[in-house]
């Protein structure tokens, strides 16, 4: 499978309004919506009603003409249902409009799940078409990072795309404890679906609230209700269980996808702390600005890791890259996918509740793993696909069972 030229070309154009090129959209659609709105008009009706002597009345003149005569009459203007009483009838109630389905939502979901997919597949051909897994993750891992930052600074100069944040050093040093952490997660995850399979690294990363727990109990001093801790051995009991007859199991794939669960709680953690910062939402902007300077930060703390782990044969990733396009496309590709699902991911989860961000992630990882593991031609033994599935419920049951566990008020 490559990704041409072509392929890049409608991924950007596909997500660009998602990833905040939204200024000639919004035009567009303010000048269709005005377009429209000119039908909308109310044209005077052909025939006018006019009284005994030919002159045309308009309606404020039928109103007081109405009013008048009821006033001759000795009648009062009444209430539909008042004289549906009178009657003896009883009023209709009236049709309750339903509620307006969330255009905008949904596609934000669409993009999420799509642009997971689409990063998992692509990241796995350019770790394929690099040598696999003796090839180069963290390089790629690393300019992965790279697409996104040259992303992110791209709307920031482009015109009416999104405004600059105005964050101080101060709110940069701040940043760091989640940068980085953001920076070791993604180079573990890309380390670990380098060494094994898509799937497997999927399922051992769905336990990552195991990981959220102990910090939070131990680290943080933030308690875990007793209703998730005994959750935790229903996920880690899938876990094992899909692990069981994974023929493409690696002690590596494991442990480093352990080591980005942690990251990935860690970051969880210090990015609430960050952002009880007085002032500093202000100051970044929007949920997007923050991303693009988490991945640039990110980006600069990978080059030291690439330089230590990878740095004496990056001559030979780069005669890789000039001599096998599925490399570099695939690398720019998942780059792009990577920073716009993360960045549509934040936006859907800000919209959402709770249960419904249980669901969804729930949800978004059956997808992937399943989706992937039959594009790439992974297996899917019944044990695995049977742990997979108690592990995925159990985060599920994690993330909602404090609610089910309330008392009634």
């Not at 899909?242 to 080591?259: Q, R």
């Not at 005669?319 to 859907?348: D, H, R």
Request: hydrophobic share 50%.
């Amino acid at each position: 499978m490559k990704v041409t030229p072509l392929a890049l070309i409608t991924i950007f154009a596909a997500t660009s309004s998602a990833f905040g090129l939204n200024g000639a959209a919004q035009s567009v659609l303010k000048s269709t919506t005005q377009s429209v709105g000119g039908f909308a008009k109310k044209s005077p009706a052909m025939v006018q009603p006019v009284d005994i002597q030919g002159n045309r009345l308009n309606s404020v003149a039928l109103n007081e003409a109405s009013g008048d005569a009821m006033d001759v009459r000795g009648g009062a203007a009444a209430p539909v249902g008042d004289a549906m009483e009178v009657r003896g009838g009883a009023a209709a109630p009236a049709a309750e409009k339903g509620a307006p389905i969330d255009i905008g939502l949904i596609i934000y979901f669409g993009l999420w799940y799509l642009g997971n997919y689409y990063y998992n597949i692509t990241n796995k051909l350019a770790l394929n078409a690099a040598g696999g897994k003796t090839g180069f993750p963290m390089a790629i891992s690393g300019l992965q990072l790279g697409v996104g930052a040259l992303y992110g600074i791209f709307l920031w100069l482009a015109p009416d795309a999104r405004g600059k944040p105005k964050v101080t050093k101060e709110d940069l040093v701040k940043m760091i404890p989640v940068a980085f952490c953001f920076m070791g997660a993604h180079s573990a995850s890309v380390f670990a679906m380098g060494m094994g399979a898509v799937s497997f690294a999927q399922i051992v990363k769905a336990a990552e609230p195991a990981f959220a727990a102990v910090l939070a109990q131990f680290v943080y001093g933030k308690p875990v209700s007793k209703a998730k801790w005994l959750c935790l051995p229903i996920v880690i009991g899938g876990v094992v269980l899909a692990s069981v007859k994974e023929l493409d199991f690696a002690w590596s794939a494991l442990i480093s996808a352990c080591i980005a669960n942690t990251f990935a709680a860690v970051k969880g953690n210090e990015n609430k702390k960050l952002m009880e910062t007085a002032g500093l939402k202000e100051r970044i902007g929007s949920i997007g600005n923050q991303f693009a300077l988490t991945t640039i930060m990110a980006f600069l703390f990978s080059l030291p890791i690439i330089a230590i782990q990878e740095g004496s044969r990056i001559g030979e990733f780069w005669q890789l890259c000039k001599t096998s396009p599925a490399v570099w496309q695939n690398l720019i590709a998942s780059g792009l996918w990577f920073y716009g699902y993360n960045e549509v991911a934040t936006m859907t989860l800000k919209k959402t509740g709770a249960v419904t961000q249980s669901v969804a992630n729930t949800a978004k990882r059956v997808i992937v793993i399943v989706g992937v593991a039959l594009v790439l031609g992974e297996s899917l033994s019944p044990i695995k696909l049977i742990g997979c599935s108690i592990g995925i419920g159990g985060v599920l049951l994690y993330s909602v069972i404090d609610k089910l566990v309330a008392p009634k008020k």
